[in-house]
């Protein structure tokens, strides 16, 4: 990729780190110094998507989550694959600032996390400087296995069990790590029940120490697919639901309204406009895995509930924020011919769940504007909870409570732009997997959503294809186009998405300068040139490196016709013999 100097000199202006006082307007500072830190537990499900709405088959998390508190519509992964997006959480940086971009070696997994000299210097370390008690059970990231962890051991935390490759996978057999070393094995437990216990007992634990604020860390491996620890071929197969589950959703069907669903024409770019269209055993075999998914987030939405009442119990309900998300999308609908799996900057694999309640969260509330991601709600959680990371961190603090949203405000709105990478190997799950072709799974791509007015999603590939789709709601009274929810009982006017299941790509378009598309596409350019190379504050105001005026914060004001010469001179995104050696490397 390149850059450019007038880009890049706005790069270096980077603001000092995020620190309580350094974020808020000065009259706060007292009012911040003064509040009673929470504890918070932080629940991360692994590989569950929104746009499927799994959430919709959590009734537990539904009454005392979502009820209780906020639901994020507009929240992403910084990159659709666990290792990586986890890294981007536990560092609040983007994957190309943590460099871990696989999850295996060279490019990812624990062993480098440590080699990079990260652990230690991450979200458990800074919590733990801001005295709190920081236990962690489950999965934390790829690469921690049974025979690494005695000699990689976390930092920060007062006690851990981590979930342990080769089991971290099946459903039946984990492995969890203990602080003095020795491996757990569960033989012939179900991992989901084992996590939601140990959790539960890491929560009394927390409650012998009442005047210290705790972190409670829990991640289940729900709805990820089954690996069995003994496979050798690590073979990805359909989640493995609880028996008491098991018959749950037999009605569940996958949504054949979407027009993304097993089109007869291909979609998208790169390997995902080769793949041929699904067969009907195929596409059956996906619901299957759908219906599963489901199935095994039950367990998890149950351990919701215990934990909720665990709290209760100890009477720190109100002073502790619950805060559910997970670590990146999943697509399991035959969207665009594929099977079932991540790693597209499409918004099934990006766009992840996030539930927060708590001390200050809006209770009720749907949040539908805000963009943010996982890198921010690290920075998010440093700030809640008073503690600093010790380096220039790339996140940006979310509205997540009253008085957040009032400073974002005062900060000229919440973020309105989301940033998604991708490397080197795409994974592709299921039984139907292994005769899909991979390869030229690299791409940059930026989500624009600007109220009502601007919902752009645009990607620009390591194949130097470019996508950019409009998925815009709309209302529209009496016009059959792609419904997506009811406003009326009788449906006389609808609001409709343009494309929300991105399958027209007006990036076919004719993109010259002059035409609409490509002043569109001059813009939305020039944005991924500075997110793709961004380092703290040029992640958070990335239009400030454009406009070093601050005069144009928004897409909407770039799309100004005044500014079109000034676009059409910026160097266009795409990916040069230099990027394409290092991939050739990196495969
Ligand atoms: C990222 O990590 C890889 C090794 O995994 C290394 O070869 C490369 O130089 C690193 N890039 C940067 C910018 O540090
Ligand atoms: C652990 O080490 C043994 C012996 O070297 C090896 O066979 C096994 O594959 C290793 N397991 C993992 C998960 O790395
Ligand atoms: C794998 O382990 C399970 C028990 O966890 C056992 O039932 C099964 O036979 C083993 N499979 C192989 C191939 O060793
Ligand atoms: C990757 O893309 C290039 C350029 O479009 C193409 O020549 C090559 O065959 C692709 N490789 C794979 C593995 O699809």
């Known amino acids: 990729m390149v850059g450019t100097a007038a880009l890049t000199a706005g790069l270096l202006a980077l603001a000092p780190a995020l620190a309580c006082a350094s974020v808020l307007p000065r009259n706060s500072e007292q009012q911040c110094k003064a509040d009673k830190k929470p504890n918070i537990v932080f629940i991360i499900s692994d590989d569950q998507d929104m746009r499927q709405d799994s959430l919709g088959s959590m009734p537990r998390l539904q009454k005392l989550l979502v009820k209780e508190g906020t639901k994020f519509e507009r929240f992403y992964s910084p990159i659709s694959i666990c290792c990586p997006s986890r890294s981007a959480f536990l560092r609040a940086q983007v994957a190309h600032s943590t460099n871990i971009t696989d999850v295996r070696a060279p490019y990812g997994g624990w062993p480098l996390f440590n080699e990079f000299g990260y652990n230690g210097h991450w979200l458990p370390s800074f919590l733990e400087q801001a005295e709190y008690d920081v236990r962690y059970v489950g999965k934390l990231m790829n690469g921690q296995t049974t025979n690494n962890t005695a000699a990689l051991p976390a930092q920060g935390l007062v006690d851990s069990a981590f979930l342990l490759d080769p089991h971290t996978y099946d459903f ?93 024409v291909p979609s998208g770019a790169s390997w995902v406009r080769k793949l041929d269209k699904l067969s009907d055993e195929n596409v059956e075999y996906i619901e299957d895995f759908y219906r599963a998914r489901l199935q095994a987030l039950q367990s998890v939405d149950e351990m919701v509930e215990q934990v909720v009442q665990k709290l209760e119990d100890m009477g720190v309900l109100d002073e502790t924020m619950i805060i559910y998300t997970s670590d ?21 694999d990006i766009n992840v769940p996030l539930v927060v309640r708590g001390p200050g969260v809006p209770k009720g509330k749907v949040d539908k504007t805000s963009v943010y991601s996982l890198t921010d709600l690290a920075a998010t959680i440093l700030h809640v909870s008073g503690a600093q990371a010790d380096f220039d961190h790339d996140g940006a603090v979310m509205p997540l409570t009253h008085e957040l949203r009032k400073r974002a405000d005062w900060n000229g709105g919440a973020k309105q732009f989301h940033l998604s990478e991708y490397w080197v190997e795409n994974v592709v799950e299921g039984k139907y997997a292994k005769s899909i072709e991979t390869g030229n799974a690299t791409y940059r791509g930026v989500r624009v959503v ?26 529209s009274c009496g016009v059959p186009f792609v419904l997506q929810r009811r406003i009326d009982a009788t449906c006389t006017c609808c609001a409709m998405q343009k494309d929300p299941n991105q399958m027209q790509n007006i990036a076919l378009n004719d993109l010259s300068p002059s035409s609409w598309h490509g002043r569109l596409h001059t813009r939305l350019d020039a944005l991924l040139l500075v997110l793709k190379q961004c380092s703290g504050e040029s992640c958070r105001n990335p239009w400030r490196s454009i406009f070093t005026n601050g005069k144009v914060t928004t897409l909407k004001q770039a799309l100004d016709r005044k500014y079109d010469d000034y676009f059409a001179q910026l160097p266009r995104v795409k990916y040069d013999a230099e990027v394409s050696v290092e991939i050739v490397e990196q495969v």
């Open 328 to 348: 990146n999308g999943f697509e399991s609908n035959a969207g665009h011919r594929r099977q079932p799996g991540k790693t597209l900057p499409y918004e099934e």
């Open 172 to 264: 039946w057999n984990p492995a969890f790590s203990t602080p003095a070393g020795p491996v757990e094995y569960r033989f012939d437990e179900y991992s989901n029940d084992v996590v939601t216990e140990k959790a539960l007992k890491f929560l009394d634990d927390a409650a012998q120490s009442p005047d210290k604020p705790f972190f409670v860390g829990i991640a289940p491996i729900a709805p990820h697919s089954h690996i069995a620890w003994n496979d050798t071929s690590r073979a990805m197969q359909i989640p493995i639901p609880h028996p008491r589950h098991a018959d749950m959703f037999p009605d569940a069907k996958l949504d054949r309204s979407r027009d993304s669903f097993n089109p007869d």
């Open 450 to 475: 600007e109220g009502d007015d601007i919902d752009y999603a645009y990607a620009v590939w390591c194949t130097n294809e470019h996508e950019i789709y409009d998925m815009k709601a709309r209302l």
